[in-house]
C-alpha cells in the first residue's frame, strides 16, 4: 500500500469520522475551526458580507451572512455509495475521500470491501489479526496461520538442509477454514536422509517419504530367539529380510540351540554338560572361556569388566558380553523396547515407534515423547531438543520447559553465532546476551562445525569420519549402516569396510561395497581332531593361518596376505613381537590405530617405511591402568626405527606407564591430535620434536619424574591445551608457541602446577599471545620468572598468580581479558590476581589489562616487598574494571594512582 494511502486512512480514523461510525449515511464530522485548529465554526458574528463569516475551511460548508449575522455553513456529505468504505471531507484535498476499513491498524485495507463492480479495494486477508497482511514473513506454525496472505507458501522450513520444507508446514488453500491444505512434502525434517527423493534405507525409516518403510532394501537374517547374535539352525530355517541390528535376528544361521545363549557354532566348550559348539560332543575339550561380570543378574555379561577364565560357570558372570547396561536388570538384548528414551534392547537406538518415522525420542535429548503412554514421556515437542520436561525456559516464543507456558519467567538468554542455521552457536567470544532471538544466533553452544548444520549435539552419527553430534567421537555406534552381501560390516575410518566374511565366502576384489562376492569351497584338509588336543590341526605353518577343528574336520584359517603390494595397511595393528614388525615391513601408512603392547622388545628398529598413522599411537605398558597385566617391560627408547620418519598422526600419540623407556624421538612428526606422555617414570630425554608444529587437541606430559627438560618442543606453534604435571621440569620454555586456544577442553587451562611446584624456575613463552582460557599459575614455590611478553588476549575468566614464594620477575605486557568486546555482561567477574606471597619485588613489566565487559576484579595483594612498581600501567587507566583490591603489600612505594 502507498505512502498516500496510508496516511488518507489514517486521517480517516483518527481525525476527521469521529461520528460517522464507517455509515455513508451519517453526515461528515463537523471541522471545528480554521484548518485543523479545533476553533469552532464561525457562526453568530456580526458581518457586513458573507466574507467576513468564512472561516477558512471546507468541509463544515460556506459560512454566510444573513442580517449582519454570520451563519455556518451545511457540512460537506460524502458518500460513495459504497457500504463498506469509510468516507470523509478531506481539508487538505478540499474533496470527499473513500478508504476500505483498516481496523488491525497494519497498514493494510479489508480484502472483503468490493466496488459496485466487484473489484476488491483492499489486500489484508484477516482485518483483524495485525500479523496477517500481505508481504509478511510467513512462518511454519502449527495452526497453519497465513501470515502473508498467500496459501501458495506455508514457510520454507528446512531444517535437515536436504532441499525439501517440513511436511507438518502447512497453509489454507482458500477461505474455508483450512479444509484443504497446501503443505511441504518432507515428512522427516530433522533427518536429511528423508525427503522425497531420497533413497530408501534399511533404517526402520520412511526415508522416501511414500508411506512404506524399508521396502525392498532389507538383507537375509535368521530369528534370534535367545539373543546371542547368532540365528537358529535346521533345515526347516528360512531367511527373512530384515535390517542389520534388528532385534532378535542375526545374520548367521549357526545356532543349534537357539534357546540357549551358550550354545551356537564357535562357543567355548564349557564344562556344563552340553554341546556348546554345536559339534555333536558334549564336553569333549575343556576349554577356559572368559566369564564376564554380570551385575544386575539378567543373564547378560558386562563387556566393560574384565573377564576371569574358567571352564566351570562362575557366580555372578556369564559367558554373553553384550549387556550396555549391567546396572539395570531390564536394560539387556532381550528386554523389550519401552518408551521412555532409554535403549532397553541394547541394539544402540532408543527405537519404540509410536508412528512412521516417530520415536521415542526423535530429538536425542533423552527425554521421551509425551505421546508415550503410560506417563512416561515428558516432551512436548520430539522435534526440538531444547524442549522437553526438566529443560530450562529461555525468551523464544516456545514452551521449552513443556509447562504449558510460554516464556515465563525467563531470563536473559546468550545467543551465539550460529551460521548454519541448525539451533546451535559457536565462537563463546562472540556471545550477545538477550532475551528476545537474534538472527543469525543461537541459544545452544556446541556447534564443532558450523558451516554443516547437519553437524550439531544431538545429531545422526553417520559413517562418515567426521564427529556429526559434537561429542568428540567419530562414527560411534554406526555399524548398523554397514548391511554388506554374506559379510559382517563395520563403519572405519568413515566408510564401511568388510570385518569378516560368512562361511563359504571371500573378499576377492577387496571391494566393500559388495562384500564377500566370491563363493568358495569349505573342504577339510584333515579328519578325526573331534576329542583330539588342540595342536591336532596345526599343520606348522603359519602363513596360511591358524586351523581349527571344525565338527571332525581340520581346516585352515585366513592366509596371511603377503602378496599385497601395496604399501597401505588397511585397518589398525598390533605390535607384540618382533615377528609383528616384520610384517610391517615397507608398510607406509597404517589406516587405523598402532599400538605396542610386547614382552621382550627393546625397540621398534624396523618400521622405517612409516610415515602415517590415521588413528592413534599407542605404546601402553599398563592398558588396563592398574598394574595386572604389564608389557613393553624391555622398551627402552622409540628412536632409530620407523617412528623416526613419522610424519602424521591423525588421532592420539600416547606413551604412558613404560618403565625402562628413557628415550623419545619423533624428529619427522609435523601434525597430531593430542600427545598424552605420561608416568614413564625413566624417561629422561624427550627432544626429537623439532618439525612439530600444531597439535589440535592436548598435550599432557605428566608424571615423567625423571624428565628435566623439554629441548625438542621449540618449532610448536598451536596446541589446544597444556598440561605439565609432576614432571622433573626446571625450566619450561617453548619458544615458538603462540597460541594455546582449548580445543576440546572449554577452559584451556595453562596448568603449571602441583609436582612442577617444586622444580620449575622458569616459564618462557616469548611469542605466545593468544590463550583460550585461564591462566593459573599457583603454588610453585621454586618459581622465580614468568616471561609472556607477547601476550595480548586471555580469553578466560582468570589470570592468577598465586602462592609463587620466590617469583620477582613477571613479564607480562599489555593484554585483553575476558569475553570480546560487545559481548554480554556476565554474572561471573572476571579476574586479574597477583598473590605472590610473599616476596613479590617488582611487577613492573605488566603492561595495561583491558576487560572486555565491565564486570572485573583487579587484586593485589599480601605482596610483603613490593616496592617497585613505577612502571606498572595496568590501572592507568584502569579500563572496564569495576573493582580493584590492594591489600598487604608491606613497605609498597606505589601509590593509588600509579596503579
Given at each position: 500500500m502507498s505512502f498516500e494511502r496510508a496516511c488518507f486512512c489514517c486521517l480517516v480514523l483518527c481525525t476527521v469520522l469521529t461520528a460517522c461510525n464507517g455509515s455513508d449515511k451519517n453526515p461528515a464530522t463537523r471541522d471545528s475551526g480554521a484548518g485543523d485548529s479545533g476553533a469552532p465554526d464561525a457562526g453568530g458574528a456580526v458581518c457586513s458580507t458573507d466574507g467576513d463569516c468564512d472561516d477558512g475551511l471546507y468541509c463544515n460548508g460556506q459560512e454566510t451572512c444573513v442580517g449582519q449575522q454570520c451563519q455556518a455553513g451545511t457540512a460537506i456529505t460524502c458518500d460513495d455509495g459504497i457500504a463498506c468504505t469509510i468516507d470523509a471531507c478531506s481539508e487538505r484535498t478540499r474533496k470527499c475521500a473513500s478508504a476500505p476499513a483498516d481496523r488491525d491498524s497494519d497498514g493494510h485495507f479489508d480484502a472483503r470491501c468490493k466496488d459496485k463492480t466487484g473489484k476488491v479495494l483492499g489486500d489484508d486477508c484477516d482485518d483483524t489479526d495485525p500479523l496477517r497482511f500481505p508481504g509478511n514473513i510467513e512462518t511454519c506454525d502449527p495452526d497453519n496461520k497465513d501470515e502473508d496472505c498467500d496459501p501458495k507458501t506455508f514457510g520454507d522450513k528446512d531444517s535437515d538442509n536436504d532441499g525439501f520444507f517440513d511436511k507438518k508446514c502447512c497453509n489454507?488453500?482458500?477461505?474455508?477454514?483450512?479444509?484443504?491444505?497446501?503443505?511441504?512434502?518432507?515428512?522427516?525434517?530433522?533427518?536429511?536422509?528423508?525427503?522425497?527423493?531420497?533413497?530408501?534405507?534399511?533404517?526402520?525409516?520412511?526415508?522416501?517419504?511414500?508411506?512404506?518403510?524399508?521396502?525392498?532394501?532389507?538383507?537375509k537374517m535368521y530369528r534370534d530367539a535367545d539373543f546371542d547374535g547368532h540365528g537358529e539352525k535346521g533345515p526347516k530355517?528360512?531367511?527373512?529380510?530384515?535390517?542389520?541390528?534388528?532385534?532378535?535376528?542375526?545374520?548367521?544361521?549357526?545356532?543349534?540351540?537357539?534357546?540357549?545363549?551358550?550354545?551356537?557354532?564357535?562357543?567355548?566348550?564349557?564344562?556344563?554338560?552340553?554341546?556348546?559348539?554345536?559339534?555333536?560332543?558334549?564336553?569333549?575339550?575343556?576349554?577356559?572361556?572368559?566369564?564376564?561380570?554380570?551385575?544386575?543378574?539378567?543373564?547378560?555379561?558386562?563387556?566393560?569388566?574384565?573377564?576371569?577364565?574358567?571352564?566351570?560357570?562362575?557366580?555372578?558372570?556369564?559367558?554373553?558380553?553384550?549387556?550396555?547396561?549391567?546396572?539395570?536388570?531390564?536394560?539387556?538384548?532381550?528386554?523389550?523396547?519401552?518408551?521412555?528414551?532409554?535403549?532397553?534392547?541394547?541394539?544402540?537406538?532408543?527405537?519404540?515407534?509410536?508412528?512412521?518415522?516417530?520415536?521415542?525420542?526423535?530429538?536425542?535429548?533423552?527425554?521421551?515423547?509425551?505421546?508415550?503412554?503410560?506417563?512416561?514421556?515428558?516432551?512436548?515437542?520430539?522435534?526440538?531438543?531444547?524442549?522437553?520436561?526438566?529443560?530450562?525456559?529461555?525468551?523464544?516464543?516456545?514452551?521449552?520447559?513443556?509447562?504449558?507456558?510460554?516464556?515465563?519467567?525467563?531470563?536473559?538468554?546468550?545467543?551465539?553465532?550460529?551460521?548454519?542455521?541448525?539451533?546451535?552457536?559457536?565462537?563463546?567470544?562472540?556471545?550477545?546476551?538477550?532475551?528476545?532471538?537474534?538472527?543469525?544466533?543461537?541459544?545452544?553452544?556446541?556447534?564443532?562445525?558450523?558451516?554443516?548444520?547437519?553437524?550439531?549435539?544431538?545429531?545422526?552419527?553417520?559413517?562418515?569420519?567426521?564427529?556429526?553430534?559434537?561429542?568428540?567421537?567419530?562414527?560411534?555406534?554406526?555399524?548398523?549402516?554397514?548391511?554388506?552381501?554374506?559379510?559382517?560390516?563395520i563403519c572405519k575410518l568413515g566408510h564401511c569396510s568388510v570385518l569378516s566374511c560368512f562361511p563359504g565366502h571371500d573378499d576377492c576384489n577387496h571391494k566393500a561395497q559388495d562384500g564377500c562376492e566370491c563363493t568358495v569351497p569349505i573342504v577339510a584338509f584333515k579328519t578325526g581332531c573331534s576329542g583330539k588336543v588342540s595342536t591336532?590341526?596345526?599343520?606348522?605353518?603359519?602363513?596360511?593361518?591358524?586351523?581349527?577343528?571344525?565338527?571332525?574336520?581340520?581346516f585352515h584359517g585366513t592366509p596371511v596376505n603377503c602378496e599385497a603390494s601395496s604399501s597401505v595397511l588397511q585397518g589398525s595393528f598390533l605390535i607384540q613381537s618382533s615377528l609383528d614388525i616384520q610384517m610391517l615391513a615397507g608398510i607406509e601408512t597404517i589406516t587405523g590405530d598402532l599400538g605396542v603392547s610386547a614382552v621382550g622388545l627393546v625397540n621398534l628398529t624396523g618400521l622405517e617405511a612409516l610415515t602415517t598413522i590415521g588413528g592413534n599411537l599407542t605404546v601402553d605398558g599398563d592398558v588396563n591402568d592398574n598394574g595386572s597385566v604389564l608389557t613393553n617391560e624391555s622398551l627402552t627408547a622409540l628412536v632409530g626405527s620407523g617412528l623416526y620418519n613419522l610424519i602424521n598422526?591423525?588421532?592420539?600419540?600416547?606413551?604412558?606407564?613404560?618403565?625402562?623407556?628413557?628415550?623419545?624421538?619423533?624428529?619427522?612428526?609435523?601434525?597430531?591430535?593430542?600427545i598424552l606422555i605420561r608416568r614413564n617414570t625413566a624417561l629422561t630425554t624427550l627432544d626429537g620434536f623439532e618439525s612439530l608444529v600444531k597439535v589440535s587437541n592436548a598435550v599432557d606430559i605428566s608424571g615423567n619424574t625423571a624428565l628435566t627438560t623439554l629441548p625438542g618442543m621449540q618449532a610448536l606453534d598451536r596446541v589446544g591445551s597444556l598440561t605439565l604435571h609432576d614432571n622433573g621440569l626446571t625450566e619450561l620454555r617453548l619458544g615458538g608457541l603462540t597460541t594455546i586456544d582449548g580445543n576440546f577442553d572449554p577452559a584451556g587451562v595453562l596448568a603449571a602446577r602441583q609436582g612442577n611446584d617444586l622444580s620449575v624456575v622458569k616459564i618462557v613463552m616469548p611469542k605466545l599471545t593468544t590463550i583460550g582460557g585461564n591462566v593459573e599459575i599457583q603454588s610453585m614455590h621454586a618459581l622465580t620468572t614468568l616471561s609472556l611478553p607477547a601476550l595480548k588476549r586471555v580469553k578466560g575468566m582468570t589470570f592468577s598468580i598465586y602462592g609463587c614464594?620466590?617469583?620477582?620477575?613477571?613479564?607480562?605486557?599489555?593484554?585483553?581479558?575476558?569475553?570480546?568486546?560487545?559481548?554480554?555482561?556476565?554474572?561471573t567477574s572476571l579476574s586479574f590476581s597477583i598473590n605472590s606471597d610473599p616476596v613479590l619485588t617488582k611487577v613492573g613489566h605488566i603492561g595495561a589489562v583491558t576487560c572486555a565487559t565491565n564486570n572485573c576484579m583487579a587484586q593485589i595483594g599480601y605482596n610483603t616487598l613490593l616496592d617497585n612498581c613505577d612502571a606498572i600501567t595496568m590501572l592507568t587507566p584502569f579500563v572496564g574494571f569495576t573493582y580493584r583490591q590492594y591489600y598487604g603489600n608491606v613497605a609498597t612505594t606505589c601509590k593509588d594512582g600509579q596503579l
Open positions: 489454507p488453500v482458500s477461505d474455508d477454514k483450512g479444509a484443504k491444505l497446501a503443505c511441504g512434502s518432507d515428512c522427516d525434517d530433522l533427518k536429511a536422509s528423508v525427503n522425497p527423493k531420497a533413497a530408501e534405507l534399511c533404517d526402520d525409516f520412511d526415508n522416501d517419504c511414500d508411506g512404506k518403510t524399508d521396502e525392498g532394501v532389507g538383507i530355517v528360512k531367511a527373512v529380510m530384515k535390517c542389520p541390528g534388528a532385534v532378535g535376528f542375526a545374520g548367521k544361521s549357526n545356532d543349534c540351540n537357539d534357546n540357549d545363549p551358550e550354545v551356537f557354532e564357535g562357543q567355548f566348550e564349557i564344562c556344563d554338560g552340553k554341546d556348546n559348539n554345536c559339534d555333536g560332543n558334549i564336553d569333549e575339550v575343556e576349554e577356559e572361556a572368559p566369564w564376564f561380570v554380570d551385575a544386575d543378574g539378567d543373564r547378560f555379561g558386562d563387556a566393560t569388566s574384565v573377564p576371569v577364565y574358567s571352564c566351570q560357570r562362575i557366580p555372578g558372570r556369564e559367558l554373553s558380553h553384550n549387556d550396555c547396561n549391567d546396572k539395570a536388570a531390564a536394560v539387556n538384548p532381550a528386554a523389550a523396547e519401552l518408551c521412555d528414551g532409554v535403549d532397553n534392547d541394547c541394539n544402540g537406538k532408543r527405537d519404540f515407534k509410536l508412528d512412521t518415522n516417530d520415536f521415542e525420542d526423535d530429538d536425542n535429548d533423552d527425554v521421551a515423547d509425551s505421546n508415550c503412554k503410560g506417563g512416561k514421556g515428558g516432551d512436548c515437542d520430539d522435534t526440538d531438543a531444547t524442549t522437553a520436561k526438566g529443560k530450562e525456559e529461555v525468551c523464544d516464543m516456545r514452551d521449552n520447559d513443556c509447562d504449558g507456558k510460554v516464556d515465563e519467567m525467563t531470563a536473559t538468554t546468550v545467543w551465539y553465532l550460529d551460521q548454519d542455521g541448525d539451533g546451535w552457536g559457536t565462537n563463546i567470544g562472540s556471545a550477545l546476551a538477550r532475551c528476545q532471538p537474534i538472527p543469525g544466533r543461537a541459544p545452544n553452544f556446541g556447534d564443532c562445525d558450523d558451516a554443516v548444520n547437519s553437524v550439531h549435539p544431538g545429531a545422526l552419527e553417520t559413517c562418515n569420519g567426521a564427529d556429526d553430534n559434537c561429542n568428540g567421537k567419530t562414527d560411534e555406534g554406526t555399524d548398523y549402516q554397514c548391511p554388506l552381501e554374506s559379510a559382517v560390516g591336532f590341526c596345526d599343520d606348522g605353518n603359519y602363513c596360511n593361518g591358524k586351523e581349527q577343528c571344525i565338527g571332525d574336520g581340520c598422526v591423525g588421532g592420539t600419540i600416547k606413551i604412558e606407564d613404560n618403565p625402562t623407556l628413557t628415550v623419545i624421538r619423533f624428529p619427522s612428526l609435523v601434525t597430531a591430535g593430542s614464594d620466590v617469583l620477582n620477575d613477571p613479564t607480562v605486557h599489555a593484554f585483553l581479558l575476558g569475553p570480546d568486546p560487545g559481548g554480554p555482561v556476565l554474572d
